[in-house]
């Protein structure tokens, strides 16, 4: 396996300005996932690396394989580009059986029968379709369908994984066997791969990495730890999951502790930078906002309101109206609150993230 190297990738088509100098690398053997909105050059960027499109500019490496490069005028056909990739409509041949479509692509290479048995037979074993090699594609479920595209991609052991949107034609319990399905496949296979999707939860826990695309460029990449806990601008943050946004402005920086006044009332921030503008923007995730009846916290705890419960089996959701602000905030215990009860809601310091301004 090899590690995808992307730098200054740009795509138009037209007008529309689709991918923006992006730079991103996929290291050996893990999996990135490219998230964001509808319309962001995810898929383009995809095409672009899978050689279906054609950049204006930037370098495209596969290892020490040149894919695309401008500035070398150099554009490798897709059909050499050692590429596996499946689509969101999966695109498996309707008149083919299931043992056809996925020996489509060693058919392409005219490798021998008796080879290309063997392996076929080795990742339908891998993909859990046994017994249904002789079914025709038309006869499969959509879950199915998905892993025929799976085997049919992977199955001439290429360089790369794309997957554009694999899943978005499954009902949400399919998807959830699915994503564990194929983090178990990619950990045997120890493929580079790509992944293309605006599923936030898919992205989490599929990616060793996560690139968030906005209006054609990539404006924040990291583990998704690092994104989800630090994200770089309010887009990312409410793009991510829900979180509290707040307005605070600051009093004063001591040591690598911010003091923050909020309409809350004043606020700890644990801050790794000693410089940062007098008005913030800050947020925090509510499972990490701890609500108590009594008041259990020296500091960075307020009083307020309960204004709605909802209950979600294994947690309950809060919203608590503190003078004008409505926090919102997650917990798996039963604490005993009711609406309209008085409350106490605790922001520890340090599951604050102040937004660079
Ligand atoms: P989605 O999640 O909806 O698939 P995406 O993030 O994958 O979206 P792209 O398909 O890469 O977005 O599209 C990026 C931009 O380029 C969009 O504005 C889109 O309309 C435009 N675009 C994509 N393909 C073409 C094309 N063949 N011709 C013209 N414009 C295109």
């Not at 054609?216 to 999951?241: C, D, H």
């Not at 925090?284 to 419960?309: C, H, M, Q, W």
Request: hydrophobic fraction near 35%; charge should be neutral; include cysteine.
């Amino acid at each position: 396996m090899v590690e995808l190297f992307v730098k200054s990738l740009s795509k138009s088509y037209g007008e529309v300005s689709a991918v923006k100098d992006v730079s991103f690398t996929v290291e050996d053997g893990s999996v990135m996932t490219l998230l964001g909105p509808s319309g962001c050059g995810k898929t383009t960027t995809l095409r672009c690396i899978a050689g279906l499109e054609k950049p204006e500019s930037g370098l495209i490496k596969g290892g020490e394989k040149i894919l695309f490069s401008s500035e070398e005028q150099k554009l490798v056909p897709a059909e050499k580009r050692s590429v596996g990739m499946v689509f969101q409509s999966y695109a498996i041949w309707p008149h083919m059986s299931v043992f056809k479509n996925i020996a489509y692509p060693l058919k392409i290479r005219k490798e021998k029968d008796s080879e290309i048995k063997s392996k076929v037979s080795k990742v339908i074993d891998m993909v859990q379709l046994e017994g249904l090699e002789n079914r025709p594609a038309t006869a499969l479920s959509g879950g199915q369908q998905q892993r025929v595209a799976f085997a049919r991609a992977i199955v001439a052991e290429p360089d790369f994984l794309l997957l554009d949107e694999p899943m978005s034609n499954l009902d949400a319990r399919l998807r959830e066997t699915m994503r564990h399905e194929l983090r178990r496949l990619q950990k045997n296979l120890k493929i580079t791969t790509l992944y293309v999707t605006h599923d936030r939860v898919e992205a989490l826990f599929l990616s060793h990495k996560i690139g968030i695309m906005d209006k054609g460029e990539l404006v924040q990449a990291g583990t998704p730890r690092e994104i989800y806990s630090n994200p770089k601008n309010s887009n990312i943050a409410t793009f991510l999951g829900q979180t509290n946004m707040m307005d605070a402005d600051l009093v004063g920086i001591d040591g690598a502790e911010a003091k923050l006044e909020t309409k809350m009332g004043g606020l700890f921030v644990k801050t790794s930078t000693g410089e940062l503008s007098k008005k913030l923007t800050i947020c925090i995730r509510p499972e990490t906002v701890l609500i108590t009846k009594e008041k259990a916290y020296d500091r960075n705890t307020f009083p307020g309101t309960v204004v709605s419960i909802a209950y979600f089996g294994d947690y309950s959701e809060y919203e608590v109206r503190c003078q004008d602000t409505t926090v919102k905030l997650h917990s798996s215990e039963d604490v005993k609150l009711q609406e309209h009860d008085q409350a106490w809601v605790y922001l520890p310091s340090n599951k604050i993230t102040i937004l660079p301004s």
